[in-house]
Antibody
Framework: EVQLLESGGGLVQPGGSLRLSCAASRFTLSRQAMSWARKAPGKGLEWVSSVSGSGGNTYYADSVKGRFTISRDDSKNTVYLQMNSLRAEDTAIYYC??????????????WGQGTTVTVSS | QSVLTQPPSMSGAPGQRVTISCTGSSSNIGAGYDVHWYQQLPGTAPKLLMYDNSNRPSGVPDRFSGSKSGTSASLAITGLQAEDEADYYCQSYDSSLTVKIFGGGTMLTVL
């Protein structure tokens, strides 16, 4: 069974940084577009960022643009989300997901179990 | 306020049929972008329930069906079961915003 395993979440102060990792198991990330989404307490799912299968295109929600950076290391079969200048409103469970197509604009068919990020002083 | 509009909550009795709507605009669903649906059970990760408007991934019961017309899409669940109680989200792509978009989610209660 294909799996995604997120790590790197935790408690961080406002203004701080975290790097989330998403490791793929039993399939190769190469040429797969990958995405991050989050669910804040009491709110719905929010798409955060995607990277195309080639890695040449990255996409960000307005709420994180300029603060978050998505990247991929196909040699490690891992996708990352570097989160800087964190705010209280970034508190959420962060999910990594594999896209249905390489474009980065499609649906997502494989999801990780999520990693919790809490931004608080 | 989500770009895709869903009813915040719906309910139905076991065995009934419910239909969850997802209304967009000419820059997303109406522009021809596919709609995907996810089910999120309490305390678990989202699960792809329907892709490309009306296709069920392997393992999803045929009680679930999807459709799309104009600027809207819908997810129908027939023969409602207690295990269907969950949050449901539609998702598409918006060409004006150049981002993926989720609906606000629908909390389905099985009475």
């Amino acid at each position: 069974e294909v799996q995604l395993l997120e790590s790197g979440g935790g408690l961080v102060q406002p203004g701080g940084s975290l790097r989330l990792s998403c490791a793929a198991s039993r399939f190769t990330l190469s040429r797969q577009a990958m995405s991050w989404a989050r669910k804040a307490p009491g709110k719905g799912l929010e798409w955060v960022s995607s990277v195309s299968g080639s890695g040449g295109n990255t996409y960000y929600a307005d709420s994180v643009k300029g603060r978050f950076t998505i990247s991929r290391d196909d040699s490690k079969n891992t996708v990352y989300l570097q989160m800087n200048s964190l705010r209280a409103e970034d508190t959420a469970i962060y999910y990594c997901a594999k896209d249905l197509s390489p474009s980065g604009r499609d649906g997502m068919d494989v999801w990780g179990q999520g990693t919790t990020v809490t931004v608080s002083s | 306020q989500s770009v895709l509009t869903q009813p915040p909550s719906m309910s139905g009795a076991p065995g009934q049929r419910v239909t969850i709507s997802c209304t967009g605009s000419s820059s997303n669903i109406g522009a021809g972008y596919d709609v995907h649906w996810y089910q999120q059970l309490p305390g678990t990760a989202p699960k792809l329930l329907m892709y490309d408007n009306s296709n069920r991934p392997s393992g999803v019961p045929d009680r679930f069906s999807g459709s799309k017309s104009g600027t809207s899409a819908s997810l129908a669940i027939t023969g409602l079961q207690a295990e269907d109680e969950a949050d449901y989200y539609c998702q598409s792509y918006d060409s004006s915003l150049t981002v993926k978009i989720f609906g606000g989610g629908t909390m389905l209660t099985v009475l």
